[in-house]
């Protein structure tokens, strides 16, 4: 797929369709747990696929499951067959910590299965792009040391976090690799930790690094999608400084409050709220959050309606329907 051409023809396009975040509830279309789908590649791209088949979407997009890097540093993931997995617990408490964490190989845990995922969908899904997900670099580094205790570390020793920093760096890095070889078209990297973070802290904590990635491994024909579902207006420019082709911004925002200060050439996508409508909602309510959207933005060149985050598994097929039936207007 000539990627170029496909984000380029993006900009000023009258019909675009939309691009959510929308992989965990083809649960329902394949009949399996979510605890089965987080464990088997083969099932991921099925599931993939179903969404796929159902539904017009601009890209297929792979679970957003923000354990599985974790998980393979030797994090504790809690799993259910109802919920998307969660990390508990401290891995990385002291300097000495740090030290002796090694960095992954990929295949490590379960980030075989989601390579091996990507490999399948692309040879399924075939008249769209396939983006894998993967945690951003802060992002990670929280879950390996605490999110409260991250923050503690960063003010009495920051040097401790920039160290985990680096090797959820390199582990990242390996992990893209593999998926661009394996075939995907683009990478949706969410880092809604660093949507925490106060300017100077994201500077310093979060945008390097997701510098150092986009510049290592976006291309013409390979994307990044940047994702933060946090409080991102006071963090614009320095995301913006991240380089990549997109972003992708949750519903903690108002998109009309940032989009101006984002370069025409790059997309911008957001923001039905995932729980709120897409959960809890009704397909009058996604009717009428899709066309308050469209309305306010939908002249923007580089606009792209998605959700505001990953829609959850249980999220009612009516209205994921009344969300695609109102964007198609």
Known sequence: MEMKQWVEALFGAADKKPFPILSFPGIQLIGCSVGDLVRDGGLQALCMK??????????????????????????HAVFSEDEVPSITGVLLDTEEDVARLEIPTVGTARTGEYVKAIGQAVEMIQDRPVFAGVIGPFSLSARLMGMTETMYHAVDEPEMVEAVLEKATAFLLDYIRAFRDT??????????????????????????????????????????????CGN???????????????????????????IDKIPADRLVMGNVDPAGQFTHGTPDSIREAVRALVETLG???????????????????????????????
């Open 232 to 258: 991102t207006v006071p963090l614009i420019d320095a995301i913006v400084a991240t380089g990549a082709k997109a972003f992708h911004f949750g519903n903690a925002i108002r998109l009309s409050d940032l």
């Open 299 to 329: 002249a923007q060149p580089n606009y792209i309606l998605s959700s505001g985050c990953d829609i959850p598994p249980k999220a009612p097929l009516e209205n994921i329907d009344a969300f695609f039936e109102a964007a198609a207007r």
């Open 183 to 228: 075939g995907a078209h683009g990478i949706v990297m969410a880092e809604p930790a660093a949507g925490l973070l106060s300017p100077d802290w994201n500077a310093r904590f979060s945008v390097p690094y997701v510098k150092r990635i986009v510049s290592a491994l976006q291309t013409d024909t390979f994307p990044v999608i940047y994702h933060n």
């Open 50 to 75: 179903a969404i796929a088949d159902r539904y017009p979407t601009l890209a297929s997009v792979s679970l957003m499951d923000l354990s599985v890097e974790a998980e393979a540093f030797g994090a």
